[in-house]
């Protein structure tokens, strides 16, 4: 049995949830191996939407196993407002189909207060979805985090918060905010660990077992290759790795475990917040395809930048990214538009090169080279074979695929499920 990592090869927003829901009916486990509850995923079942964030996208699936790995920040609040509102939508979720790795950093009120204090102090804010995921994992990399098996020893928990507090303290005196009260924030944690220590479980040998017993798992990543905390547009990237080697450290399994990663890229580029895009369209036909694509936030709400697809960008996410195929998205957004634009390298202080540089500078000053493609009259939407598409859209695609040196194995051609064509199937491979 194979199992598939599914990772984002843009910035973040590129229909992952759509395609982790297709595929988590083919699979036994979904995990979660990093991010927090920044990350949005819209998934469409039978007409109803379900918004999650922190929850693995499995939780909507009868019979299915989520996990919520070691690499996931946890605001234990969160957590338990979305089981609560999902809830009422139909879905139960209880500690029998979702496990928490007992490793899993928890994210602390102090955390999404410091975030905020942060982008506030600052004319060049990051960005970021003041949720406090960037702070939770500076204290986890510090040694200072609460884990959630902190949750089960009132002897040690207070220790553990007056040497979180030591840091966070100081910190705050340094914003001009007042410290934080240990004594409350102990009790705080104290009321709230009967509700989420019933899902804790040492996933890494549940994962083990699933391998051991031929079990599909999907492992599904949040934001997108080019937010990566190493690999992205540094310093506007997320604060975790998003790329496939994750899933492993982020989930208790080895390198073997990994048979298949699946990158999820839209026929167009967007990015929500600062940093860098070269691509990026500030006119008429940028807001046209953020008005056609929906292209809003799920988390934030927040308006997405919109531009032409970058094939420089993505090839290096399939580089980095050990990427085997793409899923490419939205490409009914593309419908009707007479000439399409692809990035095919990018020009630099008078220099044609053919990669995204790591620097901020040298990344603000890039220009794209453009190629022009034809584009397509009729509609795209909902076609569910390749015979379905016009040839001028096949076209597109397989220069796509030239130009990012790898397959499209899959087709997404409205926010339906079943509006899907499948090239190659992941689980299969």
């Known amino acids: 049995m194979s199992n598939v990592v599914v990772i984002g090869a843009q910035w973040g927003d590129e229909g992952k949830g759509k395609i982790v829901d297709w595929l988590s009916e083919r699979a036994d486990i979904v995990v979660r ?38 690499g996931v920040v946890v605001d234990p609040w969160a957590l338990l407002a979305e089981i609560d509102n999902i809830a009422k939508q139909g879905v139960k979720v209880t500690p029998e189909n979702l496990k928490i790795s007992e490793s899993a950093t928890l994210i602390l009120p102090l955390h999404r207060e410091l975030d905020t204090y942060r982008e506030d102090s600052t004319n060049q804010p990051l960005g970021t979805t003041r949720r406090g995921i960037g702070p939770a994992y500076e204290d986890k990399v510090g040694r200072r985090a609460v884990r959630m098996c902190d949750l089960t020893d009132d002897s040690q928990l207070g220790h553990q918060v007056d040497r979180l507090l030591a840091y966070h303290n ?22 709230i660990a009967p509700k989420v220590l019933p899902f804790m479980d040492p996933v890494w040998r549940r994962l083990a077992e699933a391998r051991k017993a031929g079990k599909r798992v999907l492992f599904e990543g949040a934001q997108g290759t080019l937010l990566d905390v190493d690999q992205g547009t540094y310093p506007y990237v997320t604060s975790s790795n998003t790329t496939a080697g994750a899933a492993t450290t982020g989930s208790g399994v080895g390198p073997g475990s ?20 070269p691509t990026e369209l500030e006119d008429e036909i940028g807001r046209s395809i953020g008005e056609r694509g929906k292209e809003f936030g799920t988390v ?6 919109c531009g032409w697809f970058d094939a420089v960008a993505v090839r290096q996410a399939v580089k980095i990214g050990g990427i085997t195929g793409i899923a490419l998205t939205k490409l009914d957004v593309l419908d009707g538009m007479k000439e399409l634009k692809v990035s095919v390298g990018y020009m630099l202080d008078g220099r044609e090169i053919d990669y995204l540089p790591a620097g901020a500078g040298p990344q603000a000053r890039l220009q794209p080279i453009y190629e022009s493609v034809e584009g397509w009259s009729d509609s795209t939407r ?38 899907t064509i499948l090239l190659k199937d992941p689980f299969a491979a």
């Open 170 to 191: 100081a910190l705050r005196k340094g914003f001009g905010k007042p410290a934080v009260d240990g004594d409350a924030l102990v009790r705080s944690l104290k009321e």
């Open 382 to 419: 909902g076609a569910r074979s390749y015979g379905q598409l016009p040839a001028t859209a096949v076209k597109y695609i397989r220069r796509i695929e030239e130009l990012i040196e790898a397959p499209v194995t899959l087709l997404s051609t409205s926010p339906e499920r079943e509006d």
């Open 33 to 70: 191996f990093q991010g927090g509850h920044n990350a949005g995923h819209t998934l469409v079942i039978d007409g109803a939407v379900f918004k999650l964030s922190l929850l693995p996208s499995g939780v909507v699936r009868r019979g299915k196993m989520s996990i919520i790995g070691n």
């Open 258 to 277: 990994l048979d298949f990663v699946l990158g999820i890229a839209k026929a167009y580029t967007t990015r929500v917040g600062a940093g860098p895009f």
């Open 300 to 305: 934030t709400g927040r308006r997405r930048r």
